[in-house]
Each structure stands twice: as C-alpha cells, then as structure tokens.
C-alpha cells in the first residue's frame, strides 16, 4: 500500500479548474516530485494534503488515514511536515523556539503544568532540546540555534524551515521549492540533505521543485502536471524522454540536464 | 512626600497595566481588539460581591470565585461573539465587543443597579514604612499582585511549550497550523487568559475606586497605556500603565488637582508626535 495515495483530486478556484482529476501515488520511503511550469496545480496539491483548501471532488489517503476532510493541524499530527515555496518561519523567535514549536505535537504538557514548569515536564523540555540538537547536527544549524531567524540568511533559513519540519519527526515530509533563490553550492547542499533525510531518517519526501537537476538527480518518480492535469508519470528518464513533456514544459532543459 | 505619590502612582499604574495587557495579549494573537475588556473586569467584581453580600460566602472564597468566573467570561466572549466573527474583519469584531460591552453594561445595572459598592480589599489597608516610604497596604498589595502575574505570564511565554506555540500562532497562522497546533485553541486560550488578568484587575481595582457598572470605563487609560507603551508590545503596555499611572499622581502634586485627567493624555499626545509608534512600538515592516 502506497504511503500516501491522491485519487481524482479536483478544485476550482472561482471559473478557474486549479486540479482536475488528478491521481498519483507515492510509495514509502521514495522521493517523489511534482514538476510542471508556474500554475500547473502543484501547491494547490500540498494545500490539499495539508487540508487548507478542501477540494472539490476527489480523495487522499495517508498511510491508511482518509485525510481528505481533516483541518491543518489534525493532518499534521498524522505525520505530515511541510516547507514552503516562502519560507514561513516564526521569525521573532529564535531558531531553536521555531524547532520547538515544530516539535509540539510531541509534547504533551498542559497549561497549567506548562505554566508551573513541573518535573515531568522539565524532563519532557530536556529531550526536546536533546533532539532538537540532534536535528542541528543533522542539517549543520548549530552555530545559529540562539539566532533570531530575521537575522539569518536565506539559504540558512530553509534549512531552518526544514529542521522545524523535521522536529515534528513526520512519515512523509513536503517540500515546496526548497531550491528557490539558492546558489548552486547551497543547491548541492540540500540535494545531499534530501537524500540523506530519505536514506538517514526513513522519511518520505513529496518535493515540488523548478530546479530540474535537483529534480532529475534526486526523484525517484516524477509527476508532471499542466494546467491542473497530470500528463505524465514515471522515472527521471521516461519522464525526459515523453513527449508531451518536453513539449509542455523541459524543452531546452532536458538537453542541459 | 513625593516618592510616596510615585509608589501611589505606580499601584493606579499597575491597574491601567493590567488592562492594558489583556488589550495586547488579544490584540496580538487574533488581531481583535476587546472594547469590553473593562466590562469583563466589572462583571467578575459583581460576581464576586454577589458571593460574599447576597449569598454570604466568605471574601477570600468569593474573591476565588471572581477569577474563576473572569476566566469563564473570556471564554465566553470568545465562543459567543468573536469565533462566529473569526472571517470579518478585525473593525467589526471591535464593534460587536463595543457592542457587548454596553449590553453588559446595562445587563448589570438591571441586576445589580448603577450604585457603587464598597469592595473589600484582599490587602490590609494599614500603612507600612520601606525606609523613606511610608506605603500603603493595598498599594503595596496591587504593584506586589500586578508584578507576580507579569512575572508569571513571561515565563509562560517565553519558556512553556503552549505559551511558545501561541507566539507561533501570533506571528503565523497558517504556519502554526501545519505545526499540528490548533489555532482555534490558541485564540480561546489567549481568551480565558485575558479574562483571567481582568478577573485580576476587578480583585485590585474595585476596593480603590468602587465597584459599580461604570468600573468598565478603566479600559480607557488600558488603550491609553497600550498605545503610549507601544501598541502591541507587551513590555510597552506595561511601560505605559505605569507612566501613565506615575503621572496622574505626581501632577496633581504640582498643579491644581483638576489637571489629573489632563497631564497623562498631553503626554500621550506628546509622546505620539515624537514616537509616533509608542515607546516600545516598532514600526510595522512591509516585505517589498
């Protein structure tokens, strides 16, 4: 059975079809991405999964989990972290209080112990900073854990968005242009970091990106949608080679790539 | 002599804090803005001389019950009014708690008619001497309450992991709610804590200037406060109470006792053409 299963999606946003029917399925522990160009649907499906729009018709299973009608949060305490294409960041807060807000599902003090900070809770508080540090290690943040995010630059802050994804320790982690405004260094970085996430810490990755090396070099499937319909599916090579994608939308990347 | 007045300034200070905080705490994590903030504080005041002078409860239990019934009413305030209001704008979420704030105003004084009523203070009204200071107890009492509540909102704030996803909230909804992290809670939660810091201010306020259906009106200096700390900024609405309450105190030491009403909003006004964001306000940023 597929980690997370997207059947006959579809949503208009006023005359506009955003999704129409659209259908893929993402296996566990794969990379899977969502290609297409600017308008194609692609993060009105991560709107979807995550339940800040309701769609129209169509269903989305996770992990056995019909998720189709649940609100945001219950969704996300199913197991489903997310970035996103603007990095939204609590960014008054320092990077390890947006690393604990992302671990909050997880901790399961009440307000009144919260307020007298009891013991149990301080042992609760100790394991969060505990594998909030490990998280930093992980994406190499430890230098900046007190920084308030504001002050940080871009490429440090997506990699903050993802530790507070991650501390939310999810089955399938979303991933919305994660490449956007990064130098190829830094490109090279978080193509490392994605994989490792996949191979290191088992989790399933749904990555929407423009950059077609990262996209090429890391999927293992790949679903291209146009216009709010999905054309094709299938490896990094098929996908190179069907037709109606280069005419859609590779074109001239495909040679470079 | 004056260092007295200025003690006697912080407590009435410490009282225009404490709306003022209830203000900014609602204020920043919905946006809304809560006319009736005073009104909540005097329905909880009525509850508890309900208590202690018809039904006879002793004071302390009385007293108790008032916080309780505080916390209820900004729960109830968020459930009844605001929540079914959560996609208008934030001006008519002001005008339906304007609105609220007058019917509870009204409502009150059918129950409890339009008199004032001697409140009994939780502090004993005998005056202590603090080195150069002679201080009275129920100030003492006030700037004592006032401080611990503050004390004990910072920490769970900053420190505790519901206080630190209701900044989240604050700062991104939508965020927040990818987080796993109701926001409809938080926004209740934000409720019943303000409704606890009126419930507080009733408990303080009501034995200095009576408890009646007017007592409400003290959400007047809060907004002053709040706007001449700093609208939004917490440690500004606290700034603000104090100085506010500093100088009503102090210029009727100076001039004629008329100009107490006077002094603090010239100030305010003053204040506001230099700064015009407050003392601590920070100007708001737009992403280009």
Known sequence: ?257 | MLLQVIVSGIATGCIYSLMALGLTLIYKSTGHVNFAQGEMSMLSGFVAFTMFHILGFSVTFSLFICLLSSIVIGLVMERLLVRPAIRAPHFNVFIITLGASIVMQSGAGLIWTHDQFLFPSAFPSETFSLGFVRVNGISLGIIATTGVLMLVLYFFFKYSKTGTAMRAVSESQNAALLMGISVKRSFALTWAISGFISGVGAVLIAPVIFLSTRMGLVVINGFAAAILGGWGSIPGAVLGGIMLGILENVAPYYFPSQIRNIIPFAVLVGVLIIKPTGIMGEEEKRRV
């Open chain 1, 1 to 257: 059975m597929p980690l997370l299963s997207v059947a006959k999606l579809s949503i208009h946003f006023g005359g506009l079809a955003a999704l129409i029917n659209c259908s893929f399925d993402v296996e566990q522990g794969k990379i899977f991405s969502l290609i297409g160009p600017n308008g194609a649907g692609k993060t009105t499906v991560f709107n979807i999964i995550n339940g800040i729009y309701k769609a129209d018709r169509g269903k989305i299973l996770f992990d056995g989990t019909d998720i189709t009608h649940l609100a945001p949060h219950n969704v996300a305490r199913l197991g489903v972290a997310r970035t996103f294409q603007n990095i939204e960041l609590f960014s008054k807060m320092t990077v390890l209080e947006n690393v604990l807000v992302g671990q909050h599902i997880h901790l399961c003090s009440g307000i009144l112990s919260g307020g007298l900070l009891l013991g149990r809770v301080r042992a609760e508080e100790k394991l969060a900073r505990e594998e909030a540090n490990n998280i930093f290690d992980f994406l190499g943040l430890t230098d900046y854990r007190s920084h308030l995010v504001s002050d940080l630059p871009h490429g440090i802050q997506t990699r903050v968005e993802m530790a507070r994804a991650l501390a939310a320790k999810p089955k399938i982690l979303l991933l919305d242009e994660p490449a956007g405004g990064l130098n190829p260094q830094e490109t090279q970085v978080l193509m490392q970091l994605i994989e490792r996430i996949r191979s290191d810490l088992k989790i399933t990755v749904l990555l929407v990106e423009h950059d077609m090396a990262v996209v090429m070099g890391l999927s293992d499937r790949i679903c291209v949608l146009h216009f709010g319909q999905k054309i094709a599916e299938g490896s990094p090579g098929e996908i190179q080679k069907h037709p109606r994608v280069t005419e859609a939308y590779l074109g001239e990347t495909v040679e470079h790539a």
